[in-house]
């Protein structure tokens, strides 16, 4: 069964929510993935995986039923412990894919254990962001379907029926997960960016006063920063390259006729950079191609190429900036100084903002189970065989999922 390519993060990539800014604030620029290698087609997305089989879980001997094991409960939500583990096992295969030979076997284990380390805070704050998305009134319906129109299209399936019958066809999968895990995922990034991003603001008096301060790093060589539009014809057949020709063409096409390189490289790209607007990173001399160096090097700040044909496909790059060898000017690396500012601000900005939501909301943790925001698990003092609702004191619902925490009255 060939593996279905997803596009989209499943888990909640919180600070990505803040590249979304409303009108009149300033801009965060893009930040700048890993470099690639020009025209590498999109591999099965590593970092944005599809959800695992569940661990196992318990069955009641005398119902015969499966029982899921509660480890948390965020107001009125729950938190399996079938969930946790998978979060855990997704942060190890992720540190394990990042590492890849780059570090010791002493170096990702630290790496894997302060992963799993934040995966109860982790979960905790998905949800409370999930909850705070429906509190807002925010729908993402729309987005949705777009997203999962473009992991139809990046599979060449053709029909959303086809789509669900290649998700469900998946070990461990299911439909209503599948798009409820990319709901969440951008209920979150939509919170984050409208109640945190939006707020965040970098002057130009700051990044000049960087500039100032930082001179010594914007001494560089000669370097282009290059996005690409890649149109794969891997294990195609030769009579369908005409057709995948065109399809780069009208890439081109749209892009000199004013539409934006990236939205268009997101649209119809079929490369690992698709989902960061085509970006491949900054290169200098002797890191690309013969071929690719004296064309790009020759090359100005947004000028295109004409249509490459590449061992992998179709190949149109741009010349986002090219940077003159020397001291960069302060034109050149604004964008690069405001995203370290603004880097510098979210993750704290973004903590705070949680722990105001903690603050408002009722949560509890199963004893034995730790979540680095809150403590570890509540004191229980009895246990209910079915959840007791109750009313906060900040009027939220709540359940009494273990029982009365330490020191708590009934009826509070």
Sequence with gaps: MRKLVVIVALSAALPLAAQEQPQGSQPKPAPAPTVGKPGMAAPDAKSEKPAKPTAPKTVNPDSGKTVEEII???NNEIITRSEYEKARQTAEEDAKSECQNRCTPEQLQIDIEDRQKHTLRDLVDQSLLVQRAKDMGVSVEPELIKRLDAIRTQNNLPSMEELEKAVSGQPGMNW????????????????????????ITISD?????YYEAHKAEFVRPEQVALREIVVNTEGKKPEDLPELKKKAETALKRVQ???DFGEIAKRLSD???KSQGGFLGIYKRGELSKELEDKVFKMKRNELTEVME??????????LEHYDEGEQSLAKVKNEIMDKLYG????????EYLKTLREQSYVVIKPGYQDIAGGGGSE????????EVTKSKKGHKRFLLFGKRSGEQSGT
């Design 72 to 74: 948390a409960r965020v």
């Design 176 to 199: 209503e997960d599948f798009k409820n895990n990319i709901r969440n995922t951008l209920l979150t990034q939509r919170v984050i960016s409208s109640e945190v991003g939006s707020h």
């Design 205 to 209: 008096e700051e990044v000049a006063k």
């Design 257 to 259: 006729d004013g539409e």
């Design 271 to 273: 490369g690992s950079t």
């Design 310 to 319: 590449t061992r992998q496909g179709f190949l149109v790059l741009q010349v």
């Design 344 to 351: 510098g601000r979210m993750e704290p900005a973004m903590r």
């Design 380 to 387: 229980i003092q009895e246990v209910s065989a079915t959840p």
